[in-house]
């Protein structure tokens, strides 16, 4: 089992480019998270998907859209990138326990 | 903004010595998992506690859940270089189901 697989791994991009971080998970859950990570400041939820069909807003969602595409993929868009939206991108699944990370995704807009 | 903090953000210990991360909650949670981050890599989930006042072990790891069950931490014994990373703790609350993650705990292990 891959678990929680995302691409890409590293990317850089220049402001105002845009870009699809890729999520997929083989563990048949139902819902289905995406992160950012920054120095001092923890996991903070961009978006989140409890089941197939929907999407609600977390805690940082300005700057981001997603799409839950079916139960295995999530993606997250970012449509102008921003200096401000350089982080780390950690997609997550869970079924109301535990929850699974991907490997990251690390952004770097200049 | 944050609703759940950690303290220490940092903590650096010499091998062989205790440390304990707290976590702290503005309101009241319907469980609490604890996750370790590996330098450079990504959190990997440790234990959940659910019961008020649940204490649970895992060989030199101690976790607690709090009576209110608002606070939560984790207490290592003798700590080792393997433990270096930074621990956080996540709620969740009654009304859905987001991981409320705490800030964090970095720990060094001096050898």
């Known amino acids: 089992n891959a678990g929680v697989t995302q691409t890409p791994k590293f990317q850089v991009l220049k402001t105002g480019q845009s870009m699809t971080l890729q999520c997929a998970q083989d563990?048949?859950?139902?819902?289905m998270y995406w992160y950012r990570q920054d120095p001092g400041m923890g996991l903070r939820l961009i978006y989140y998907?409890?089941?197939?069909?929907?999407?609600d807003k977390g805690e940082v969602p300005n700057g981001y859209n997603v799409s839950r595409l079916n139960k295995r993929e999530f993606s997250l868009r970012l449509e102008s990138a921003a200096p401000s939206q350089t982080s780390v991108y950690f997609c997550?699944?869970?079924?109301?326990?535990?929850?699974?990370f991907g490997q990251g995704t690390r952004l770097t807009v200049v | 903004g944050q609703q759940v903090m950690q303290i220490p953000q940092y903590q650096h210990v010499q091998e062989g010595e205790d440390f304990t991360t707290y976590c702290n909650s503005s309101?009241?949670?319907?469980?609490i998992q604890w996750y370790k981050q590996r330098p450079g890599g990504h959190p990997v989930f440790l234990i959940q506690?659910?019961?008020?006042?649940e204490v649970k072990k895992q060989k030199r790891l101690t976790f607690q859940f709090g009576e209110a069950k608002k606070n939560s931490s984790l207490h290592i014994t003798a700590t080792q270089t393997t433990d270096v990373g930074t621990y956080f703790c996540?709620?969740?609350?009654?009304?859905?189901?987001?991981?409320?993650f705490g800030t964090g705990t970095s720990l060094t292990v001096i050898p």
């Open positions: 998907s409890a089941s197939e069909g929907t999407t």
């Open positions: 563990m048949n859950h139902n819902s």
């Open positions: 997550a699944s869970s079924e109301w326990a535990e929850a699974f």
């Open positions: 506690l659910v019961k008020s006042g």
């Open positions: 996540a709620g969740t609350k009654n009304t859905g189901n987001q991981f409320y």
């Open positions: 309101t009241t949670l319907s469980n």
